[in-house]
Nanobody, 121 residues
Framework: QVVLVESGGGLVQAGDSLRLSCAAS????????MGWYRQAPGKQRELVASITGDGITNYADSVKGRFTISTDNAKNTVYLQMNSLNPGDTAIYYC???????????????WGQGTQVTVSS
């Protein structure tokens, strides 16, 4: 059984930092591309940051320079360090694991249950 468990969310003030963690079980962690998505009220879920099994990272423009995604393969955990938070970062943050199965684009995708991040002004 595949389980992704996020933690680290909470209520902070603008300018503060938070570190989100996502512990994965039931998958060959290093074979997956890991990502963080977020969904604010009334908005679509959007990609925040992703990291491939080779360590290649990608960030949404809105978080570049403020957020850092990283992994610890020994702990099967992906992190999202969030600095200089602002109210626009308020959302539920979801962990995502994706494995490309073939050149045809078939994928195996898993999601965590989400963790709330609220940034007050």
């Amino acid at each position: 059984q595949v389980v992704l468990v996020e933690s680290g969310g909470g209520l902070v003030q603008a300018g503060d930092s938070l570190r989100l963690s996502c512990a994965a079980s039931g998958i060959a962690f290093s074979a997956y591309n890991m990502g963080w998505y977020r969904q604010a009220p009334g908005k679509q879920r959007e990609l925040v940051a992703s990291i491939t099994g080779d360590g290649i990272t990608n960030y949404a423009d809105s978080v570049k320079g403020r957020f850092t995604i990283s992994t610890d393969n020994a702990k099967n955990t992906v992190y999202l360090q969030m600095n200089s938070l602002n109210p626009g970062d308020t959302a539920i943050y979801y962990c995502n694991a994706v494995r490309i199965l073939n050149i045809g684009g078939q994928r195996r995708v898993y999601w965590g249950q989400g963790t709330q991040v609220t940034v007050s002004s």
